[in-house]
């Protein structure tokens, strides 16, 4: 038995340098690889520790920092929205990991806002730059004023709605599917504007989710991309981390075509409907997260200065140029440049 142990001690001592370059080899392949990568990533860009329906932990209003990739122009756009989740809700969650990292490797708001409750003035908000007056969800109601569809089409800039649910191309259904997969018409904003719905030609750019991956095939993904998933894609009616998985099959394709000079915008409608946490003297509507990915986003930036829905508008205005719409056009409203690429206006 001693002259066992003994051979094994002189083994150990004779190897004792191929087993430590052997771990180092190891551990930089698993780094390289990803899945330690993400660890290394998570642990240099660090986010809120995660804490059920409640906001984000902000400290003053810090502007952030992050790589500055060098963006000139905007190629494309794309919005997605979910639903009714507290920004502290899906920070750190760990059944968002997608999310997650999706924020790590790109650019996070911390502190921004929806307008109120309940969905539709912010999806009203989001596209027309008010609320309208609209205090509730109204699935009959019609809304006469210009909105960010006819911006886009004076600029000569291509647009598309992808709705989750949506039987039709411009269906006009209150509803439609069985719950919880459904669609609903208060949180198709396009549909809600009179010089959209009752325009043939503008009406079918509001079509089914289902041709997006068409489209991004074919090549013939438009310029500005709205998409609304239907109520358990969204989360709304469904786990966040069904949300999460929705998150993790939409967005690596259109990443992929954005990863120049494009820009992502994935928010939420509405925080915990319980929450009026807001900002910027015209949001009330609960603090919701908002992440900032794509090409022309600035990387590994996170941002505690106060934003709101309006903030996102006139983001998507100012790097296209466009006029920006009412309650986008506030003073008390921001920008989100500390976000995105130095070179976009």
């Known amino acids: 038995m001693a002259r066992a142990t003994g051979r094994v001690k002189r083994w150990v001592h004779a190897h004792r340098r191929s ?13 390289a690889s990803g899945s330690f990568g993400a660890l290394l990533s998570r642990s240099a860009h660090p986010l809120p520790t995660h804490a059920p329906g409640t906001p984000c932990r902000v400290s003053g209003d810090q502007r952030a920092s992050g790589t500055l990739p060098p963006v000139t122009r905007v190629s494309h756009i794309v919005v997605v929205m ?19 990292g999706l924020a790590q490797r790109f650019a996070l708001a911390l502190n921004s806002h929806a307008i109120r409750h309940p969905s539709e003035p912010n999806y009203l908000a989001l596209t027309g730059g008010s ?28 647009w598309k709605a ?6 039709a191309p411009c269906s006009t259904v209150g509803s439609a599917g069985p719950a919880p997969d459904e669609y609903v018409r208060e949180i198709d904003p396009f549909l809600l ?29 438009p ?3 709205w998409v609304t998933p239907n109520l358990c894609q969204s989360a709304h009616s469904c786990s966040i981390r069904t949300g999460d998985k929705f998150l993790s099959q939409l967005l690596p394709p259109l990443l992929r075509r954005l990863e120049h000079n494009g820009l992502l915008f994935v928010t939420w409608d509405e925080g915990d409907f319980a ?22 986003a600035r990387r590994g930036a996170v941002s505690t200065a106060p934003y709101d829905h309006y903030s996102v508008l006139r983001t ?22 500390d976000l995105i690429a130095p070179g976009v206006p």
């Open 19 to 31: 087993a430590v370059l052997l771990a180092i080899a190891v551990l930089s392949f698993v780094a």
């Open 82 to 100: 979910m639903e009714n989740k507290e920004c502290g809700e899906i920070v750190g969650n760990p059944a968002a990991r997608y999310t997650n």
């Open 131 to 158: 609320t309208f007056g609209h205090r509730a969800d109204c699935r009959s109601c019609l809304v006469r004023a210009p909105n960010l569809v006819d911006e886009l089409e004076h600029a000569g800039i291509s």
């Open 162 to 167: 992808y709705m989750g649910g949506l039987p």
């Open 193 to 221: 504007y009179v010089d959209v719905l009752t325009n043939p030609g503008r009406c079918s750019h509001v079509v089914p989710l289902s041709e997006l991956k068409s489209d991004l095939a074919k090549g013939t993904l």
């Open 223 to 225: 310029r500005f991309v």
């Open 275 to 296: 929450s009026d946490r807001g900002c910027c003297r015209l949001a009330a509507g609960g603090n919701v997260a908002a992440i900032v990915a794509g090409g022309a």
């Open 316 to 337: 998507i205005e100012d790097a296209w140029r466009l006029p920006e719409l009412r309650d986008a056009a506030c003073p008390c409203t921001r920008a989100m440049r």
